[in-house]
């Protein structure tokens, strides 16, 4: 009996665990097929017509009786800005400049999403910051740190490491693209300003369309729509379309299928048991699982300041999430009149981009509000996340 009440309480971690490995698998396959020549368009297209299929049976068998009463312009309007910031321009830049550097580093910007959405939302009004507060002080410690642990990252290499037998795997993946680490590093500071602006357009989107996987599934189909207009104006060469047996099918099928899909369902089962802190306590794994991925596979030297950076913004999301958790435990004991004040600046900024929604590269997970019986929405997944999240 021990033994089977042990295994249910660390279902939850399990099942995060799940999530981080699926998100790091992501990282090192989507990098292999970029390197290799794959289209980035075509790629983003393919992956989120999967991921509408996949979440389309959720949507048609737990919502369809009522969500689509709720369908008006307006809500198309926050569906189409969902799409453009967290899927077309996020996931677009984040894979450029995952193309211009390496999975290691790319996964270390992730990092950088939370404090970027809480420093959006304070400048629009929806987070307030007080300096006397110990949550608020938390909060801005925890911005420093991961704006630090970003400097640090980009600006220190310092001496690098090997793992394994690196020359030989090196000679096995070729790339076609060489690394441009400062164009890399701007697109990946983009793509994560991106994600930011993505979790407040959510939370938008959760008052008027409080739907999760209609509003997943639908994104997802705008955002290939996105793809493949921006795409064939880019490159209208049949070649670069076309599908084949091969690893960049199997990348589709897993970012669809497990990036979107499962994570999105296991994201949202723990967030049911442990609340909307929960996931992102895990967000960090991903990086270590890339990193020594990456350097056995690929080759990759891992950067002490690499290391470093990513120590530091790591100690940066832990504290800002610290005082989030703290701000969210506060408001549990506010009347609802009071509370239902704060809720929107709470609820943007509770979920760092583990983007596994369907709008995020990293596979994170999706915003959530914090009330009991509120919907989850997301729209990948990779992060991510969902992610949510590349």
């Known amino acids: 009996m021990g033994v089977h009440k042990l295994f249910n309480a660390s279902r939850p971690v399990l099942a995060m665990l799940v ?7 992501l990282q090192i396959l989507s990098k292999v097929i970029i390197d290799q020549g794959t289209f980035i368009f075509a790629l ?14 959720f949507a048609f068998f737990f919502e369809r009786s009522n969500a689509y009463k709720l369908l008006s312009t307006k809500v198309l309007f ?8 967290g899927i077309t321009t996020a996931m677009g830049l984040y894979y450029y400049g995952l193309r211009d550097t390496t999975a290691t580093y790319a996964t270390n910007f992730l990092n950088l999403i939370p404090v970027l959405t809480f420093v959006i939302s304070s400048i629009l009004g929806m987070e307030k910051v007080s300096l006397k507060s110990r949550v ?17 990252t980009c600006l220190y290499k310092g001496k690098g490491f090997h793992i394994g037998h690196h020359v030989v795997v090196q000679q096995q993946h070729v790339a076609v693209y060489k690394a441009h680490w400062g164009r890399g590093t701007l697109l990946l500071l983009g793509s994560c300003f991106s994600y930011a602006t993505w979790f407040v357009v ?6 008027v369309f409080p739907y999760k996987y209609l509003a997943t599934m639908l994104t997802c189909i705008i955002a290939c729509i996105h793809s493949t207009l ?7 060469d049949k070649a670069a379309w076309k599908l084949g047996w091969d690893l960049q099918l199997l990348t589709i099928l897993y970012s669809g299928a497990l990036a979107t899909a499962a994570t999105f369902c296991l994201v949202a089962w723990a967030v049911s048991i442990k609340g909307p802190t929960f996931p992102p306590m895990f967000n960090p794994l991903p990086l270590v699982f890339v990193a020594i991925l990456e350097a056995i596979v690929l080759g990759e030297e891992i950067k002490v300041g690499n290391i470093l950076g990513a120590v530091v913004m790591v100690a940066g999301l832990y504290c800002f999430l610290w005082g989030k958790a703290k701000e969210m435990k506060e408001l549990s004991h ?11 600046a709470a609820t943007a900024t509770s979920q760092p ?19 009991n019986n509120a919907p989850i929405s997301g729209a990948d997944v990779e992060q991510g996340f969902i992610k949510r999240n590349p």
């Open 230 to 236: 921006i795409g064939l104006f880019l490159e209208t």
């Open 353 to 371: 981009a583990r983007l596994h929604s369907a709008a995020v590269v990293p596979s994170a997970s999706p915003t959530h509000q914090h009330h």
């Open 202 to 207: 959510q939370v938008k989107l959760l008052k």
């Open 334 to 344: 506010l009347p609802k009149a009071a509370a239902a004040v704060t809720v929107e």
């Open 136 to 152: 608020g002080k938390l909060k801005i410690m925890g911005a420093f740190l991961g704006v630090g642990g970003a400097l640090i």
């Open 19 to 25: 999530v981080q490995v699926i998100a790091a698998g």
């Open 44 to 57: 983003m297209t393919y992956r989120h017509l999967v991921a509408a299929l996949c979440v389309a049976p």
């Open 78 to 85: 926050w569906l189409f800005l969902s799409a453009f910031t």
